[in-house]
Structures are given as structure tokens and as C-alpha cells.
């Protein structure tokens, strides 16, 4: 899908460079695993470790570059979320809170990563990068490969298949943002948001994934 919100190019010209960011942003992802499995490597061969906020912001800069002014920094401006047809349907907080959001985001990855499945975990940070849409653009490409990390790394590996989890996501785009919508809804009316549709489609698309090779 291409993008017209680019600050520095527009049109076809945005759009190759978008394909060959994601081309490079594909590398960044596996190279992450092959260094946090060197280093973290559990004894069910699982990584130990979660990615960094550095690792969100350069995931950030490698899908932006050449499209942002600042690629791998946080907003200092507010956004909102449309449809194509300019309908609002997420209003992000402010800028001034993001980097609180990001902390608490990393915290609870944190408390969830040696417990929760590989879907679970990239559920949630799939909804929660999204929800606080902590870049001025380019928030669901940086969302998707976070999430795809994650489940990479709780795996233990570079999950094998094509089309990846990635790829799978955008072509079932309305499942997709239905399930952040419910996640959002209960999340804006209890403070807990409803993962069960988010976990339930991403743990379908590791399955078609991985089925892929069969």
C-alpha cells in the first residue's frame, strides 16, 4: 500500500524506496536474532532477551529512511489515525507522553516475556506500538517487524516460510485492524485491553507461515 504522509518524497518514487527499506529492515530483523541468540540463548533454545527501545527506534529509521526527516525518533508533534476515506479511528496520546508509554510498554514486555507464547508476546506489542504510535509516521511497518522480532527470538529462530507474518498481515489487513480495535475498545473502557483476537490471528499467520515450507 503506498503511503502519501512521506515527508521528503511522494508517489512511486515513496514507494520503491519503501520496498527497499522493508528489503533492509528483513536483514536488520535477522541479524537481531542471530546476535541475541548468540548471547541469550535459553535452555529450551528460546531467547532469555527482548529487543531493546533501540531496536524499536532502528527498526523506526531503517523502514523511514529517506522518507523522514528524522527516521528513529520519537514525534513531538500529535497524529491520529484515519481510514482512507478520513474517518478518525485512533487517537494516539500526546507527544509529550510517549516516551512514558515506551517505558511502560518495555516494562511489561518484560514481565511477559519468559511466560507468554511467541504469539502472545507479539500481539502484544503489535497492539501496543500501534496504540501509542510513538513516530510521526511509519508506526504499523515498525509495529510489525517489532512483532515479528519477538516471535523470531522466542522461537529461538528465524522462522522459516513465505510469506513471513509480516507479509501475512497486510494481506488480511481488515482482520487485522478489526483486532486492534477490539484490543482498543476495552483497553479505553477498563484500562485492559482484549488481546484475545490480536493473539488468535497472529498465532493463525506463524501457522501459515511455517506451513508454507511443508
Not at 104 to 114: N, P, V
Not at 142 to 150: D, E, L, P
Request: charged residues 20%.
Amino acid at each position: 500500500m503506498i503511503d502519501d504522509n512521506w515527508e521528503m518524497v511522494a508517489g512511486n518514487a515513496a514507494h520503491e524506496i519503501e520496498v527497499l527499506n522493508y528489503s533492509n529492515q528483513v536483514n536488520v530483523i535477522e541479524a537481531l536474532v542471530h546476535l541475541l541468540m548468540h548471547h541469550y540463548k535459553g535452555p529450551d533454545g528460546a531467547c532469555l532477551h527482548y529487543p531493546a527501545v533501540a531496536v524499536l527506534k532502528e527498526f523506526h529509521r531503517t523502514a523511514t529512511l529517506f522518507l523522514l526527516h528524522q527516521p528513529g525518533e520519537f514525534r513531538d508533534s500529535e497524529v491520529v489515525v484515519k481510514k482512507g476515506d478520513g474517518t478518525v479511528v485512533h487517537t494516539p496520546p500526546p507527544a509529550t507522553d510517549v516516551a512514558d508509554h515506551v517505558s511502560k510498554f518495555f516494562a511489561e514486555i518484560d514481565s511477559r516475556w519468559l511466560t507468554n507464547s511467541p504469539a502472545e508476546i507479539g500481539a502484544y506489542a503489535l497492539w501496543m506500538i500501534n496504540w501509542i504510535h510513538p513516530f510521526k509516521n511509519g508506526n504499523g511497518r515498525t509495529a510489525r517487524a517489532f512483532c515479528y522480532a519477538c516471535i523470531c527470538l522466542k522461537y529461538g529462530f528465524t522462522l522459516p516460510g513465505s510469506p513471513t507474518v509480516i507479509d501475512l498481515i497486510m494481506q488480511n489487513r481488515a482482520e487485522y485492524q478489526d483486532a486492534l480495535k477490539a484490543a482498543d475498545t476495552a483497553y479505553e473502557a477498563t484500562g485492559t485491553p482484549d488481546l484475545v483476537a490480536i493473539v488468535d490471528f497472529v498465532d493463525r499467520l506463524i501457522a501459515e507461515q511455517i506451513s508454507s515450507i511443508s
